[in-house]
């Protein structure tokens, strides 16, 4: 059984109706071993080489060992919760169920709690005029807001963010790999209108970090706070479904099932507390950004100069001039580790794609991708790691990209588009 | 009983002060090993302060007890171009706990190269011989597998007082003409690579190009700042090693030497050698080539003959 519905986006609606429904197609161990759980686990071996293989011969070989296996570690999680932020949002919007939404909040608190608890070691002081190392705290300004509009669009239209694109890619979505190549697309036009929208709005916007206003203290008491009337607000308005029977067989609840949301979004949280210390802020376009930059550069479609753009924080897109990079690494273990959750979960169902569905991913991945360049990451870099390190910039990102993806689902739907 | 007690004490001390004897003899010249470095990370009498040219880097781990410098906005004036003004280095030196009586130890990445301008800064303002550079660097520690770590730590602030700005320790732009005009007999040795400084290229492999001539200061000799260190593991070459390294292109200490290269950093790390190990009279010029090199009307000297990045 797939979860995943026609434009690509999962729907929670009819994947927990099936699983009533018919509680033994999801609900069940495989019976011995299948075609898919094999697969898992052969993949699964070959990743373990791959990461001691990195651990040994990699330069440098601890964080590109690490990236490998957070990235995997990252896949694995979302695939398996459905971290996807449209398919939240869309709950939401069509069906008032706050459950997805009540996840990211709970990444959210994981992630300000645990980067507060890094920043009191690497930057005691935080009212001085330094920012803690490498933390995505971004400029706020009017392209900022562009950047969230285009991205919420490109959601929507693309039936999901960047990083649920990749995840998808290892269940065999037929949308998936359009949306990123329209996204390489997206980048190369971010790339083009970087320098005026730079010298227009973002240059003179400041750069707002709770902590140096508000104290470590202030920063996090405030940021839980806003989150807990959040998830009050959530579960007022919304409406609960009825608690399905959870499995008896914990193989099935780990390796069948979908895991709750609040689940995944305690990992995701985790993870980037990980990422943060040991590597650096969690994000999922660095790669593909950087590789764009290369081949826009290659072919003569770039501004000789990119005015500021690699002094930001964010989801940095400087040309590396290695083969081996540490968000490589993370996006190549991302993808890997969700084909092997959905083939274990007999989720991979690769589909031949319609003309709609590679329509609607370039042209969704363009605005993606545009708006990562704008907003110096996507809804993992500069919403999920902003937020988390106390940036205004995390804030604004998310609100716009919520207006834009509200506002394109609303009017597509008019329009009669199946979205 | 009481005797025996005192005769106990006082071997313990005997002792401490043998160790401590001991110590301060190890650390007497202008570097300390890493082995002395871990040695006493709990002496309170030294303070280890990391400058690293990668910012996050001290963060993600450093040596136990030392401090961070950030160099581009700790040591300089953010304004103008210049180093620190006395008031700016007096208030981060005594929040840091440095004064003349602790052992200050510095290092950094690449070689040491930015804790070396770090030592040069500090010597301006009046800390010299109990500033050190630790052998090596980060790089030598990291190799040995010692133990780094990310706790924050507060020192008890110094009350230390800025000296005047040792003037014979910074070259002006007006020293240099005076070289090339032969009114001084001072040495201009340029620590760039050998195609920055025949003028091939105007700035190494990843940095801006920021002079607007390639070539060098007409008179001055080239020898690139890496070939005094032990790649192997940044160690610094023998005195004798590096005496001669100097020595061939006839920089030996009989005459004042002016150190130079882009902007003025790099050259801080052959500063250091050539003034605090080999102990000869050294001038850094922190204008360097970004400034000499676009000054208007100057003499350079460019045997490749490159004029705007190309021929």
Known sequence: MSLSDESGALDYQRARETTMAAPAAVAERASGLSRGILAALGLTALLALAIIGIGRHGDPAPQLQLSLILGATFGFVIQRSRFCFLCIWRDWLDRRDPRGLLGIVTALAVGITGYTLIFGAWLPDPSGTRLPPTAHIGPVSLALVLAGLAFGAGMALSGSCLSAHLYRLGEGSPTAPFALLGAVGGFILGFQSWNGLYLWTIAGAPVPWLPRHLGYGGALATSLAVLAALAWLLLRKGSLPARPEPPRDPLVAVFRQRWPAWLGGLLVGLIGVAAYLRVSPLGVTAEIGSRSRQLAGAFELLPSRLEGLDSFRGCATVIRDTVLTPNGLFIAGLVAAALIAALAAGEFKPRRPTGGQALRGLSGGLLLGWGTVLGLGCTVGTLLSGISAGALSGWVFAAALGIGATATLKLGRWAGWPL | ?311
């Open chain 2, 1 to 311: 009983m009481f005797a025996l007690s005192l005769l106990r004490r006082s071997a313990i001390t005997l002792a401490a002060a043998l160790l401590l004897g001991g110590a301060a003899l190890a650390n007497s010249g202008p570097l300390v090993t890493t082995d002395w470095l871990e040695k006493n990370l709990s002496d309170p009498k030294v303070r280890i302060v990391e400058v690293s040219v990668e910012p996050g880097l001290y963060e993600r781990g450093h040596i136990p007890g030392a401090q961070n410098v950030v160099w581009h906005t700790d040591l300089v004036d953010t304004v103008e171009r210049d180093i620190a003004k006395p008031e700016k280095f007096q208030a981060l030196a005594r929040k840091l706990g440095l004064d003349k009586d602790v052992t200050i130890v510095l290092y950094g990445d690449s070689n040491n190269w930015f804790a070396a301008w770090g030592a040069w800064v500090f010597d301006i303002y009046g800390l010299r011989d109990n500033v050190k550079l630790l052998d090596g660097g980060r790089k030598k520690w990291e190799l040995e597998k010692r133990p780094v770590s990310t706790n924050p730590l507060t020192a008890k602030a110094s009350a230390f007082t800025v000296a005047e700005p040792n003037r014979k320790l910074r070259a002006r732009l007006a020293d240099v003409v005076a070289t090339v005009e032969k009114k001084s007999e001072a040495r201009v040795l340029d620590i760039r690579s050998a195609d920055e400084f025949s003028g091939k290229i105007i700035a190494p492999a990843g940095f801006q190009e920021l002079a607007l001539r390639a070539g060098h200061i007409p008179g001055s000799v080239n020898v690139p700042w890496a070939q005094a260190v032990n790649q192997a593991d940044g160690t610094l070459k023998s005195p004798e090693e590096l005496k001669k390294l100097y020595a061939n292109v006839g920089i030996d200490g009989s005459k004042p030497v002016i150190t130079t290269c882009r902007i003025g950093e790099r050259s801080s790390h052959t500063w250091f050698i050539l003034s605090r190990v080999l102990g000869y009279q050294v001038a850094n010029y922190d204008g360097s080539w970004t400034e000499y090199g676009n000054t208007v009307g100057l003499p350079i000297s460019n045997p490749a003959g490159t004029v705007w990045g190309g021929k």
